[in-house]
């Protein structure tokens, strides 16, 4: 652990303040700045939509709940358990593919963070030469 640190710190030495500034931003995120990351980019709106027709399913799910324990007949209590099951696997299904796109971005992240890392140890080498 104590090497990744210092080799950081030997890289962040070799940037000039520009480059320096983006390998900052290349930084680990917390889980909360990983959820944001998904809200920018080209998949943006996808993000937004996904958010809002969870919304709707989870109001769809309170309903399907608030309906199963107001009846007493048999075939409506099957069928608001059933439609409520969809629900809620609907929802986990959303969750899902925004972990996915978090798991995605990171791996992003790391890859630039590598290409950055070849880049000037390229330019080093070409330097001695």
């Known amino acids: 652990?104590?090497?990744e640190k210092d080799i950081d710190k030997l890289i962040?030495?070799?940037?000039t303040e520009?480059?320096?500034?983006?390998?900052?931003e290349l930084e680990e995120q917390g889980l909360l700045g990983m959820l944001g990351s998904t809200?920018?980019?080209k998949l943006a709106w996808l993000a937004v939509v996904m958010n809002v027709v969870n919304l709707v399913g989870?109001?769809?799910f309170v309903y399907c709940a608030v309906q199963f324990f107001n009846t007493?007949?048999?075939n409506e209590l099957i069928?608001?358990?059933v439609f409520g099951f969809i629900a809620w696997s609907f929802m986990a299904m959303i969750k899902l593919f925004v972990w996915m796109q978090m798991h995605k971005n990171t791996q992003i992240r790391e890859i630039k963070r590598l290409e950055l890392q070849i880049s000037i140890l390229s330019n080093k080498l070409s330097d001695k030469n």
């Open 18 to 24: 520009e480059e320096a500034k983006f390998y900052d």
């Open 58 to 60: 989870f109001a769809f």
């Open 12 to 15: 962040k030495e070799t940037l």
């Open 79 to 81: 069928r608001w358990a």
């Open 1 to 3: 652990m104590s090497t």
């Open 72 to 74: 007493d007949v048999t």
């Open 39 to 41: 809200f920018k980019g």
